[in-house]
């Protein structure tokens, strides 16, 4: 078996992989001019010929408020007639390695099977709130302030200013591209049916925006929303006040909020609104030191030490003394006894805030606190994530 980069010329054959996997459409042309193939990743038997193929998005995502780089997983396939012989087994891996090198600090993906990834070092990310309900439920919120829609051609700044905002209060939020913004929201919506609204404040401050989908299926109309971002939840309510002129046009609406948002607390009466809340995928930690040197640690914890384990990246596989001041730093200290010991799993879930430390001790086995105190224990708090990008 060889694991390597993929060839412009093999990215056809990747893409035929993908679509056995998961029916992906395509048309026969060769790779385009971005080079994808600078992030795809194959597994070869001896005579060249493709196995498994893998892509590593490269994306720049939030972590605690700052960007880092960030390996959005997808494509993973193998061929039927190569499956369960362990070529996958051994292509993640490499393709871990490959983002560990590139610089990333983080990881995520959508798995088909989180057993299967969770042996990767993958864990479940943060949970997301999904919505769906009659357009009913918005009559007793009242409209404030006014809502301008945005038009293909238009200035992007409103919108990327308001996003920006939002992303730095939500791990794993990804950077876009003026390509991204141009892609998603430069359609026309009245061949589409993809139209984007920005809300301003009563002081014409532009404060949320998003981007609906007006859907119909037999004789019933509704509404998804396909983005959005917003300041805080007076922004929220103040599109929710919005939603309310668009009765007439649809008998139900679709979204998701993340975990930080109480949808209960948004309506004057709740009593009709259900709420299923999900997995946002899986994350994982690619740079241990790197994401515990960036990790906002309180100053009073003083520093600590953390055992890690990573039985697919080597480079993780170490004690770390964690010291903390007014800048964090991070030193190997393999010979320690640690203060706490946990697997790249569970390091996965508290650095990034899917769960705190008490209720990572609480429900996981792969925790072990070894000195507990006070500080330690308040130093892994709970931040929402939000991962809406597909890859």
Same mark, same amino acid.
């Given at each position: 078996?060889?694991?390597?980069?993929?060839?412009?010329?093999?990215?056809?054959?990747?893409?035929?992989?993908?679509?056995?996997?998961?029916?992906?459409?395509?048309?026969?042309?060769?790779?385009?001019?971005?080079?994808?193939?600078?992030?795809?990743?194959?597994?070869?038997?001896?005579?060249?010929?493709?196995?498994?193929?893998?892509?590593?998005?490269?994306?720049?995502?939030?972590?605690?408020?700052?960007?880092?780089?960030?390996?959005?997983?997808?494509?993973?396939?193998?061929?039927?007639?190569?499956?369960?012989?362990?070529?996958?087994?051994?292509?993640?891996?490499? &393709? $871990?390695?490959? *983002?560990? /090198?590139?610089?990333?600090? %983080?990881?995520? !993906? @959508?798995? #088909?099977?989180?057993?299967?990834?969770?042996?990767?070092?993958?864990?479940?990310?943060?949970?997301?709130?999904?919505?769906?309900?009659?357009?009913?439920?918005?009559?007793?919120?009242?409209?404030?302030?006014?809502?301008?829609?945005?038009?293909?051609?238009?200035?992007?700044?409103?919108?990327?200013?308001?996003?920006?905002?939002?992303?730095?209060?939500?791990?794993?939020?990804?950077?876009?591209?003026?390509?991204?913004?141009?892609?998603?929201?430069?359609?026309?919506?009245?061949?589409?049916?993809?139209?984007?609204?920005?809300?301003?404040?009563?002081?014409?401050?532009?404060?949320?925006?998003?981007?609906?989908?007006?859907?119909?299926?037999?004789?019933?109309?509704?509404?998804? &929303? $396909?983005?959005? *971002?917003? /300041?805080?939840?007076?922004? %929220?309510?103040? !599109? @929710?006040? #919005?939603?309310?002129?668009?009765?007439?046009?649809?008998?139900?609406?679709?979204?998701?909020?993340?975990?930080?948002?109480?949808?209960?607390?948004?309506?004057?009466?709740?009593?009709?609104?259900?709420?299923?809340?999900?997995?946002?995928?899986?994350?994982?930690?690619?740079?241990?030191?790197?994401?515990?040197?960036?990790?906002?640690?309180?100053?009073?914890?003083?520093?600590?030490?953390?055992?890690?384990?990573?039985?697919?990246?080597?480079?993780?596989?170490?004690?770390?003394?964690?010291?903390?001041?007014?800048?964090?730093?991070?030193?190997?200290?393999?010979?320690?006894?640690?203060?706490?010991?946990?697997?790249?799993?569970?390091?996965?879930?508290?650095?990034?805030?899917?769960?705190?430390?008490? *209720?990572?001790?609480?429900?996981?086995?792969?925790?072990? !606190?070894?000195?507990?105190?006070?500080?330690?224990?308040?130093?892994?708090?709970?931040?929402?994530?939000?991962?809406?990008?597909?890859?």
């Amino acid at each position: 078996m060889k694991l390597r980069k993929i060839t412009p010329d093999e990215f056809i054959t990747m893409q035929n992989n993908m679509n056995i996997a998961f029916r992906f459409e395509r048309t026969e042309t060769p790779v385009d001019s971005n080079n994808e193939s600078d992030f795809c990743y194959g597994a070869y038997t001896d005579d060249g010929i493709m196995t498994s193929s893998v892509i590593a998005n490269p994306y720049k995502c939030c972590y605690w408020g700052q960007d880092v780089g960030m390996c959005g997983v997808g494509g993973v396939a193998t061929f039927p007639e190569y499956r369960r012989e362990g070529h996958m087994r051994h292509l993640l891996p490499f &393709v $871990l390695k490959a *983002a560990y /090198d590139r610089g990333d600090v %983080l990881s995520s !993906l @959508f798995p #088909f099977s989180h057993p299967f990834y969770r042996k990767f070092g993958f864990e479940c990310g943060h949970p997301v709130q999904y919505m769906d309900f009659g357009m009913e439920a918005f009559k007793d919120i009242p409209y404030v302030g006014s809502v301008k829609q945005f038009l293909p051609g238009g200035d992007f700044s409103e919108i990327k200013a308001i996003y920006a905002r939002f992303q730095k209060k939500h791990n794993f939020l990804c950077q876009r591209s003026d390509a991204y913004w141009q892609h998603r929201f430069g359609k026309d919506p009245y061949v589409t049916h993809h139209h984007t609204y920005i809300w301003y404040d009563e002081n014409a401050q532009a404060r949320a925006y998003c981007l609906l989908d007006h859907l119909q299926s037999d004789d019933s109309k509704s509404y998804s &929303v $396909l983005d959005w *971002a917003f /300041d805080d939840v007076s922004a %929220l309510r103040g !599109l @929710f006040g #919005f939603f309310r002129l668009l009765t007439p046009s649809a008998e139900r609406m679709s979204f998701k909020l993340p975990a930080d948002v109480n949808p209960f607390s948004l309506f004057p009466e709740p009593y009709d609104i259900s709420v299923s809340t999900k997995n946002c995928g899986m994350v994982r930690i690619i740079n241990a030191a790197e994401a515990l040197r960036l990790h906002p640690w309180p100053a009073a914890l003083g520093g600590f030490s953390v055992r890690v384990h990573d039985s697919n990246l080597a480079d993780n596989d170490h004690t770390y003394r964690v010291s903390c001041s007014s800048e964090a730093h991070v030193t190997l200290d393999d010979d320690s006894q640690p203060d706490l010991e946990v697997s790249i799993q569970a390091l996965s879930v508290l650095l990034t805030g899917v769960m705190d430390l008490p *209720a990572a001790i609480a429900n996981r086995a792969d925790v072990q !606190l070894h000195r507990p105190s006070d500080a330690l224990l308040a130093a892994f708090p709970a931040n929402a994530g939000f991962l809406v990008e597909n890859f």
